[in-house]
T-cell receptor
Framework: GNSVTQMEGPVTLSEEAFLTINCTYT??????LFWYVQYPGEGLQLLLK?????DKGSNKGFEATYRKETTSFHLEKGSVQVSDSAVYFC??????????????FGTGTRLQVTL | ETGVTQSPTHLIKTRGQQVTLRCSSQ?????VSWYQQALGQGPQFIFQ???????GRGNFPPRFSGLQFPNYSSELNVNALELDDSALYLC?????????????FGPGTRLTVL
């Protein structure tokens, strides 16, 4: 079956540091890949997505490139801020049957940014 | 904000009881999915509804059931609650069709089973 593996957290960085959160996946076919972010006490917000190999998703300074050869979708940001502190989830979307598709999530990586 | 709303925000039940959670999908979205997120874990797919019928299901027992209404809103029902059902329940909506795979999540309902 499909699966997503993320690096263990928590990740603790100083403000303005470079961020990388690793994500690899296993899937049949050609899934779409997503990063969602969850702030304390809230639901999931879509951060960025990529729908085919070599696509780069980007939003709010975050980037991730869909690498089919390494089955990876690592999240990067050049300079983190305290407000980026949250839990980040890597996910893939694959069709199950007909019009049905589901998201398969990793376990999440908690990011804590300090001054 | 995504436009997906859920109610109630929090709920406390006791083991063996039944619960109904509600979700209103984003305008223009005709497909609703439900996910369970246990503490410290990623969300797990429960099921998906399209045109008022369940058309995909994860590894959850039959006591988890749902409905979708003509206005695309949805309910999640859980019977015979167990302690392990304590979790954040997330509803997500999307449009169906090519290039419409992105799901948009509501804020969730936190269920505590005592």
């Amino acid at each position: 079956g499909n699966s997503v593996t993320q690096m263990e957290g928590p990740v603790t960085l100083s403000e303005e540091a470079f961020l990388t959160i690793n994500c690899t996946y296993t899937a049949t076919g050609y899934p779409s890949l997503f990063w969602y972010v969850q702030y304390p006490g809230e639901g999931l917000q879509l951060l960025l997505k990529a729908t085919k190999a070599d696509d780069k998703g980007s939003n709010k300074g975050f980037e991730a490139t869909y690498r089919k050869e390494t089955t990876s979708f690592h999240l990067e940001k050049g300079s983190v801020q305290v407000s980026d502190s949250a839990v980040y989830f890597c996910a893939l979307s694959a069709r199950t049957t007909g019009t049905a598709s589901k998201l398969t999530f990793g376990t999440g990586t908690r990011l804590q940014v300090t001054l | 904000e995504t436009g997906v709303t859920q109610s109630p925000t929090h709920l406390i039940k006791t083991r063996g009881q039944q619960v109904t959670l509600r979700c209103s999908s984003q305008s223009g979205h005709n497909t609703v999915s439900w996910y369970q997120q246990a503490l410290g874990q990623g969300p797990q797919f429960i099921f998906q509804y399209y045109r008022e019928e369940e058309n995909g299901r994860g590894n959850f027992p039959p006591r988890f059931s749902g409905l979708q209404f003509p206005n695309y809103s949805s309910e999640l029902n859980v019977n015979a609650l167990e302690l392990d059902d304590s979790a954040l329940y997330l509803c997500a909506s999307r449009r169906t069709g090519p290039n419409f795979e992105t799901q948009y999540f509501g804020p969730g309902t936190r269920l505590t089973v005592l």
